[in-house]
């Protein structure tokens, strides 16, 4: 009976969101372009998680909105993916959630909410209070503004799909960046595939002495034009705090040695990147 209470509750605020943590992307791979998750080993010692992003309907069943692959060592996400349609005005609603089973694995609740007064939530997440008067911002990396429908808005704020990030950045370059993506992809035939990351900083004090803030965050997209693969990679900020763009094979092994991997790094399918920075190469 409580548990009902608390899901009207929370459901009269904005609405009821559920995150599951699967062992796998399976549930979610229509994120990912070719139904394929980013290629990318951790660095040693670090734990990350695939979470399904979703809601529940008015049946009970879960409604899949995007993909994140999270680092409980860091605290961060290291990317979410989602698929990109026409963006249209979109309200938000910064009711930011957690993920009780990231932290208190004997739960029965599957259910992204508002922080309770559980023990040991936040060992493997990042709280809100680990925010304030940080000097830093939420970061989104799903960003409100390539949403195009209000559950998909309410879905982005969560902490799982967060980072902290330096606030002149995330206001002005970063945002600059994120509307100029939105017409950059008016020119696909369909739906595009984006993948945004974090690269932690490890020489800076972590937030909260916790949190890992961000070094860089980057963004990969990729969808077809007249039947042909188009795509970009993007990271910043730069030495001057803007974005770089630069095609989606440099972005890989920028991010190899942005994570010091030996693996290699693929965002997308290694046949499509290809093709991608084939496209980029030939002369005007």
């Known amino acids: 009976m409580n548990h009902l209470v608390f899901l009207l509750l929370l459901t009269s605020v904005c609405f009821f969101t559920r995150s599951e943590v699967v062992d796998n992307f399976s549930k979610c791979k229509e994120f990912f372009l070719n139904n394929a998750p980013p290629v990318f080993k951790p660095p040693a010692g670090v734990s990350v998680v ?3 992003q979703c809601l529940w309907d008015d049946k009970g069943q879960p409604i899949y909105l995007y993909a994140t692959l999270y680092s409980t060592t860091w605290k961060i996400p290291v990317y979410s993916a989602y698929v990109y349609n026409r963006s249209k005005s979109i309200g938000r609603c910064d009711a930011w959630y957690i993920e009780p089973q990231l932290d208190v694995h004997y739960t029965t609740e599957k259910c992204m909410r508002s922080k309770g007064h559980e023990n040991n939530i936040g060992t ?9 008067n940080s000097g830093y911002d939420k970061g989104h990396l799903y960003p409100v503004l390539h949403t195009n429908n209000h559950l998909s808005m309410l879905a982005t704020s969560t902490l799982t799909n967060a980072a902290p990030q330096k606030s002149t950045f995330n206001r002005n370059a970063w945002l600059r960046h994120e509307k100029a993506v939105i017409e950059d992809l008016k020119s696909c035939d369909k739906e595009a595939y984006v993948v945004t990351g974090v690269v932690p900083d490890k020489k800076k ?5 916790k949190v890992y803030v961000s070094k ?13 693969y188009i795509g970009k990679g993007y990271y910043g900020p730069d030495e001057q705090d803007k974005v770089q763009e630069l095609t989606t094979e440099e972005l890989n092994k920028k991010l190899q040695e942005f994570y010091k991997v030996k693996s290699p790094i693929s965002i997308f399918p ?6 991608l920075n084939r496209k980029r190469e030939r002369p005007s």
Do not use: H
């Open 50 to 52: 695939p979470i399904c």
């Open 205 to 209: 004090v972590k937030m909260n002495n």
């Open 124 to 132: 493997n997440q990042a709280l809100n209070s680990d925010y304030e």
């Open 270 to 275: 290694a046949q499509i990147s290809l093709k």
């Open 216 to 228: 860089y965050y980057w963004r990969a997209t990729c969808c077809l034009k007249g039947g042909q």
